[in-house]
């Protein structure tokens, strides 16, 4: 057999992925032939290279971005589109006496005796609240807040 | 839960336990980004297919069915999310050359190549030579090496014969091999 065997086929034969009968045809002149010993001796080196090549990794930066949108995303997604009042304490992490304090403002509804709250239009709500908090919240006013918020955590 | 399977992480997640899909992430994040990077050859956008993917999981688990498949269903999702951004460039890049603005048009930066990982100069050519790769070759190879995925996972994930797996991947280690062996090459490899 004459040496014209591509890198190619010695790729499927190192593989395993040749045929028998080709297979001994490949084996008995790869003895004869020096060249094709020393690719296989590359095939190998880099069959082993490949198996450890280290992976890339996300940065930092990105994977806490990642883990934000996705908390966000599984918090949302495991909120029942028709809130309780349960439901929307738990949603906006409030207990009683702070849900006690906004209930009339909630985009609420009645219906058989219970209120009950859209989960859609709650996050219209709160998205409402984050902008006008923005506009009338001056550095000062935030400072007055923490101090009060502060003080109530002493007392 | 590190002795809990994926398709199990993944059904305790859709019954509401949000802790599972935090263990799915950290298990497949690293997976997900270095497949997207070896695609895309940009270190940006594949912490974009990043997020794209674990959000589409994240809202997908009703209509998955658990058949021990997860890894190679993710990976699907990673590679369409990818091929979409390759396939929107390719139409920008057509666009712009269509009405001859590229000259203006401030060329991208070079990507951050695959360089950022080497560790060795075996290392540093073998990734080279990876992201000069075609296309085809270059995700069948990226699961293999990296994923250490078999011929069938592979099918599976590019959506293609087994034999065509083969194929590519054979054709990908002979090109590698011969940027490992360059002088033999230059005497008349037949390639």
Sequence with gaps: ?155 | MDDISDDELYSMYADGDVEAFDTLFDRHRNSVFNFACTMLKDFTKAEDVMQETFLSVARAAKSYEPRGRFRTWMMKIVRNSCLNRIESERRRRAAIAESSLEFITPSSPEPPSLERIETDERVAVICRAISNLPERQREAIALYAFEQMQYKEIAQVLDMPINTVKTLIHRARASLACSLDPPRRALGENL
């Excluded at chain 1, 966000?72 to 809130?83: D, H, K, N, V």
């Excluded at chain 1, 609420?108 to 609240?129: K, N, P, S």
């Design chain 1, 1 to 155: 057999m004459s040496c014209n065997l591509t890198y190619e086929e010695l790729a499927e034969f190192a593989a395993g992925d040749v045929d028998e009968s080709r297979a001994h045809v490949i084996e008995r002149h790869v003895v004869e032939c020096e060249a094709c010993r020393h690719r296989l001796g590359v095939l190998s080196q880099l069959d082993s290279a490949l198996r450890q090549l280290p992976r890339s990794e996300p940065s930092a930066a990105a994977l806490l971005k990642v883990r934000r949108i996705l908390s966000a995303e599984l918090r949302t997604s495991r909120t029942p589109e028709i809130m309780t009042l349960d439901d929307v304490a738990r949603f906006l992490r409030i207990d009683d006496d702070a849900l006690g304090e906004i209930v009339e403002d909630l985009p609420a509804f009645e219906i058989g005796g219970e209120i009950r709250v859209r989960r859609t239009r709650l996050i219209e709500w709160v998205e409402q609240r984050e902008l006008a908090y923005m506009k009338a919240t001056t550095q000062s006013g935030v400072s007055r807040i923490l101090s009060r918020v502060l003080a109530q955590g002493t007392s």
